[in-house]
């Protein structure tokens, strides 16, 4: 009979249920969280630009209050280094610490600027490295050397036998002269520089310097020298040289940044003045680190930030993370490594060498760290060239503290707001499904294939939309119901009503039969054979009209019959196999063909309808056959269904009768019959098809000699 919805013409179904609308709608509160972050964005941006404008401000001061004061930069016996830089130059970096002189160079960064390297017998045959921390310059010196050789003897140091692989240190000292020092050690550790003095009578002698500390160690691929000098005994010029033996008192080869002639120092030590950090700590501020550096970029001085106050504390947690991912949109640089961070301060001050002072934003060491950096140039006297270059970093904290909080503030309060709101449009949205597919669900049972119908709807006593439409939905369910119940009852009415008359036309025929067949009756030889001939086609009339009403009454018989049938394992094989075997007998104008597997097919059911339901294909194949047709009967199986076909040759079925072959009252035959027929013969293959879970469905066979019948039943 089909669904209510089949009844009604609703148009196309959307795509999108009410409650993906609904959610979709309340998600549009998400506009609030976006506003939010725009304005955070931007007054992030006010912020972050005022910082660097402020820091900018304070090292354009700080670099004005050096303007022209190269003594302040340079010790003295660097100034006149500031022209030009030679490869024997050395200036150290500056540490924010002693390091630990152990003769290891774990501790250097052998790829930092300003390391001296100088072929030797192999390429990088030695990397020469300064720092100076305090009033201390240290030297490690990395020779590369496949063959070390130790002194013979720490009592002979000068004897030629002896001597193994040398390092010499030149320096200018105060008095305007030169100073030159060997080191020399007959094994790894400590050991002392010394100087050969002439003493009485022309005789040499080596002579330790006690304010040198150094210590020799062995390497992978060498040896490293590690040493500490005071600031105080080095001039201008300083240089080391490197004499590499094979063996003890070998020909030497040397390298290195002094002259091998006369061992003189020629490269110049640029460093700092010692003044110059008492003359910056009067612009320390907490959370600046002042840096100063030369017009070549190297590092000078550098004063660490003081501690920032504790009120500001970077935020943590997962929330101002996920804000500040969403909120920087590349602006601020996340997790680049220690040499990007470092080639990022280096270009900096490059720029500020031409003369530009600026300020940029990179990356800090730690996790979720900001620096703000700003550098200005230091001009000479004549404010045109450029002497140095002072570069102020601090982190970020401040600002972004700032923004953290009020972001995390504004955005937890439309977060929660928006949860809510999506909260509580998505539980009405499920209410609101939940009742449409009770009522959908109510309105698709509502009208059985039998023509029975149900008129308890839900959300009839609701007073919205919803309950007026299943109001609605009962109404029309209601005179629906008086309807089928018409139709229901019209055969039976039908019948009770033709029944009498029937039997009065029948009684009559008889009568009137009876009188003509008397001898002695009146209207003996009144009836003559036209009369006769009539009688015949009344009785006949009577007779179909009496099958049709049997019939009627079968096919309720048969579906209550169904209704109340039992279900038993059976073997439905054996049951087809012998039901064909009848037919056989049945019907002898038409020969049967069986196919049905070896083994049991066994299923659950009623073999009782099992068997009504095959004599109604077979009747209905005999009826469309000619005599001597061959009538196929096949069963096959699978682990779920069960197929049981009958195929008959004869006229094919018209495309538009196929899909009304298995409705009621329905029939397709073209000529008359002596039988009757009413259509219910496929009606009720259809309803024991659905009784165990299976269809009935009919087709005409490949050549079009005929039509094909198939049952799919639910093992």
Known sequence: MGRISDLLNFGPISPFRIRTKLLLLALTTLALPWAGCQYAREMETVLRESEQQSLLAVTTTIAGSL?????LLFRADSLSALDANTTRDITPLVLSGAPLIDGRADEWDTNARGVVRVAGPGNDGLRLLAATHERWLYLAL????????????????????TIGDRIWLAFDDKRGGQQRLFFGSTGGGALRARRIETREYGREEAVEEPRIDAVWQRARDGYVLEMGIPLSLVGQHIGVLIDDRDRRGAARASFGTLDVADLRATGRLIAASPDLNDHLRQFAQPGVELTVASSTGAILTRLDAPALPGDYTHMRGFLPRMYRLFLDGGAIPRGVSQVERQRAAEALTARAVLGTAESTLFAGPYENRVIVAAAAPIFAADGKRVIGVIQLAQTADRWLTLRDRALTRLLNLTLFVTLFAVGAAFWFAGRMSLRISRLGAASENALSREGSVSR?????AAKDELGDLSRSFSSLLGRLDEYTGYLRTLAGKLAHEIRTPLTIIRSSLENLESESQSANGPSTHGMGENARVYIARAREGS??????????GAATKVEEAIAH?????FDLGALVRGAVDAYGDAFPQRRFACEIPAEPVDITGAPELIVQMLDKLV????????????????LRADPTLVELSVANPGTPLPAEALKHLFESLWQSRAEPDKRPHLGLGLYIVRLIAEFHGGTARAANLPDNSGAIFSVRLTR
Do not use: C, H, W
């Open 619 to 634: 009747d209905n194949a005999v009826d469309f056959s000619a005599e001597g047709a061959t009538i196929s009967v096949v």
């Open 456 to 460: 308890v709807l839900p959300e009839t």
């Open 543 to 552: 007779e179909r009209l009496s099958a049709i009403l049997t019939a009627m």
């Open 565 to 569: 049938s039992e279900r038993q394992r």
């Open 67 to 71: 303007k022209g004061r190269q003594e």
């Open 142 to 161: 990395l020779v590369r050397d496949d063959k070390v050789v130790y002194d013979g003897s720490e009592m002979t140091p000068l004897d030629p036998d």
